[in-house]
């Protein structure tokens, strides 16, 4: 008899089995959109689970990037909850919808890199070394222990008060 070619895609339209491309591709969308969906839902766990209050926190997820809104009840909570987002591996941006209560200065950022460690980046950022703990307090419940740090991590530096 030998080898016959066929249709690849005609037996789903003919006979109900298996799936064209286009299902495929559709199935394969709405499966993204759940995994999607389900990571905004754990990352917005994982805010409320820090004890940010946030009203009307929503987070959205599409791909690499989340999409955060609500009222944060200060500025240091609004920028603590962009960083347990974006320092959240598989998020790769964040942007930052929210609104503060009560406006305030913007904290600084600082990624951290290979040989960095609290104290380093508090006499780059203040001048002394022995500032590192305004650093560690300005990253608390994300950081536990100030020896804990590691490249690629995003840190708030918040401005010294005068």
Avoid: C
């Avoid at 003919?14 to 394969?28: Q, R």
């Avoid at 608390?140 to 995003?154: E, F, H």
């Amino acid at each position: 008899m030998g080898l016959f070619s066929f249709i690849k895609n005609a037996g789903a339209k003919v006979f109900g089995i298996g799936k064209t491309t286009e299902e495929e591709a559709a199935e394969s969308a709405v499966k993204k959109a759940e995994i999607e969906k389900e990571k905004a839902g754990k990352l917005a766990k994982a805010v409320e689970t820090l004890g940010f209050k946030v009203l009307d926190l929503n987070v959205e997820v599409n791909g690499d990037s989340a999409v955060v809104w609500g009222l944060a009840d200060s500025q240091a909570t609004r920028e603590k909850v962009v960083l347990v987002l974006g320092n959240t591996e598989g998020i790769a941006t964040v942007d930052d919808r929210m609104t503060v209560a009560i406006p305030e200065p913007e904290a600084q950022f600082h990624t951290v890199v290979k040989g960095d460690y609290l104290s380093k980046i508090a006499k780059k950022y203040y001048g002394d070394a022995m500032k590192y703990p305004v650093i560690f307090e300005a990253n608390k419940p994300m950081l536990t222990d100030p020896d804990k740090i590691y490249p690629g991590q995003v840190l708030r530096i918040p401005n010294l008060d005068k």
